[in-house]
């Protein structure tokens, strides 16, 4: 069962739905990799959320299963009146509509959208856990996050994720893509 809070959103008063800051991360290492990402920031635009800033491209070594292609990685933070299940359900078919398939974990994908975070609510279900458990470890994740959210913290512990970025060793690969892709 899970555990929230709804601090830090707001409420769109037409409608009386909570409105909540997420932020989520965009990965693609098959094919068109930028169309591909592209195409999940537009399905998910379409079904309402609205994008408030958006990273960079970053190009980024694989972690986990090694022996497959580099990433290309985004984080946008977006302004959404959805609950984090429907949000899920909502990234779950934006993969499935770019051609994901079940595959092995953290191998290779058309396309990849994690919930990093969702305003200040804290949750551990089965299927989702916010914020990201892996999140903390992640360089690929972080460095796009902090562009966008450069003073961005923890707030469970106050935490800056850029003392926690600060805190990894270098050891993948994390870099801003300068290759447009057809």
């Given at each position: 069962m899970g555990t929230g809070s709804m601090r830090g959103s707001r409420r769109d008063e037409a409608n009386n739905i909570e409105k909540a800051e997420a932020y989520l991360l965009f990965g693609?290492?098959?094919?068109?990799?930028?169309?591909?990402?592209e195409g999940g920031l537009s399905a998910l635009e379409q079904w309402g959320v609205e994008w408030a800033a958006r990273s960079s491209y970053y190009e980024t070594e694989p972690v986990g299963v090694e022996d497959q292609p580099w990433f290309l990685n985004l984080v946008a933070r977006g302004i959404v009146a959805l609950s984090p299940q429907s949000l899920l359900m909502l990234c779950k078919e934006a993969e499935a509509a770019a051609g994901r398939q079940k595959a092995i974990r953290f191998g290779p994908r058309r396309l990849d959208i994690d919930i990093l975070l969702y305003g200040r609510l804290e949750l551990d279900e089965p299927d989702l856990c916010i914020p990201h458990p892996r999140l903390h470890e992640r360089r690929f994740a972080l460095v796009p996050l902090l562009e966008i959210s450069p003073d961005l913290a923890d707030f469970r512990d106050g935490k800056p994720f850029a003392d926690i970025l600060c805190g990894l060793d270098d050891g993948k690969k994390v870099a801003k893509s300068?290759?447009?892709e057809s």
């Open positions: 693609s290492n098959l094919g068109d990799r930028r169309a591909l990402i300068t290759t447009r």
